[in-house]
């Protein structure tokens, strides 16, 4: 079956990519440049999607920096640094950007009914610490209904499903699946710093070393800039 799959480049849409493969998917990649302080993760994308061998790769440019609203796309917003995984727990963070989630499963949603896809892939992920308000079970199922409602495809019963394979796991047990699946996770970037080498502080940097020390495992991407 044909399969959508979200790639950021980043460690879970990698390994969301190395699944819907083993599912037997035909894989269609789609990211996106959003102006995001971290666009380094297109490169990684790039990388990620002709490792994985997707049929096609669509990366999608639009800019959300003409709005801000998050320090992703707004370098006047400081990003969050050092952050114990106790103070990411408490509130939606100043990384969340508005809708983004939205705004990628619809373009998704547009090239998935195009090349007539049965399914969509996140990346989402309700448990580490993140507290998205678009990365959660019962956002993924509105978005199912809007899959169904606003489609040619879902109106004649064949309504694209998405698959969240992650949203339960973990993010040692992301690591463990990708490392089931062959996920080469040096060409993976989870910055969020816009460095050409990771920054290790940052939420997003410090739920990825965490995860990999608590498995005992070295994180094979660079960490150069640590101080």
Known sequence: MKAVILLSGGLDSSTVLYKAKADGCECYAISFDYQQRHRKELNSALMIAKAAGVIQHQVVNFDLGQWGGSALTDQKIDLPQGRSLAEMADNIPVTYVPARNTIFLSFALSYAEAIAAERVYIGVNILDYSGYPDCRPDYIEAMQEVFRLGTKQGREGKAMKIIAPLIDLK????????????????????????????CGVCDSCRLRLAAFAELGLKDPIDYSEVG
């Open 171 to 198: 993010k040692t047990e992301i690591i463990q699946l990708g490392n089931q699946l062959g996920v080469p996770w040096d060409l993976t970037w989870s910055c969020y710093a816009g460095g050409e080498s990771a």
